[in-house]
Each structure stands twice: as C-alpha cells, then as structure tokens.
C-alpha cells in the first residue's frame, strides 16, 4: 500500500466517524486501544530500528522515541 493510499484511505476513515455517534466512537476509541496495547512490542521496536537509521539530532531523536 502506497503512502498516497494510507492517506485516502485515513481521510475516508475520518469522513466516516463524523457520522457516528458517542457510543460507536467510544466503541472504536476502546477498539483502537486494545490493538495498540497488543501490538505494544512490535510498535517499540519497530521505533527503535526508525531512530537507529534516523538522521536527526539526538535531541529530535530523544523526542520520538516511543516509550511504555
């Protein structure tokens, strides 16, 4: 998937949520959530390897690592 598609795809997403209410937001928020927490690892490591091959300032750098 191309960066162009993420992009069309998230402001789709978006045009979408406007359109439901508390609850079903609330339910995706919750959704959302949990996805994150169980793929905890893979999104830090994934932010190691990023900052390794990132060629900011440590500074910058300090600033985008994820942590728990």
Not at 8 to 28: F, G, H, P, R, V
Request: charged share 30%; with cysteine; glycine share 0%.
């Amino acid at each position: 998937m191309t960066t162009l598609q993420i992009m069309k795809n998230a402001k789709a997403a978006t045009q979408s949520l406007m359109l439901c209410d508390e609850t079903k937001k609330n339910e995706i928020l919750e959704a959302m959530a949990q996805s994150l927490l169980a793929h905890k690892e893979d999104i830090l490591n994934a932010n190691l390897i990023d900052l390794e091959k990132a060629m900011v300032s440590d500074v910058m750098k300090d600033r985008l690592k994820l942590n728990d």
